[in-house]
């Protein structure tokens, strides 16, 4: 399951293990749907959702990336350092926003 991190309180953690599922939910996107979304989220953006595992959502997003832009991507990770619950949430949560407009265009 989702490791929350200690010391968040039980709705935040119900909250933030939901917006961990609807990320994962980008698995279930088509790969024209990725590239509209790719091309409207910052890799800022995406790194910080990614810096969490997120393995069904990372795969979809890294499989529609050029070898280049992957790899970029991930030295933005990895550049990252420490990142917050809270923030990785954030994140997560305008990303799937940004899917859900692509989704309905």
């Known amino acids: 399951g989702t490791q929350i991190p200690h010391g968040v309180g039980a709705a935040f953690a119900t909250r933030l293990r939901g917006q ?17 979304l790719l091309a409207i989220v910052s ?44 923030d990785v949430a954030q994140a997560r949560l305008s990303i799937m926003a940004a899917a859900r407009r692509v989704e309905v265009e």
């Open 20 to 36: 961990m599922n609807s990320f994962e939910d980008l698995a279930g996107m088509s790969d024209r749907g990725i590239h509209e």
């Open 43 to 86: 890799r800022e953006k995406l790194a910080g959702a990614l810096k969490v595992p997120a393995p069904e959502g990372a795969a979809r997003i890294f499989k529609n990336l050029h070898a280049e832009e992957a790899g970029a991507l991930q030295r933005v990770i990895d550049s990252l350092g420490s990142v917050a619950a809270a």
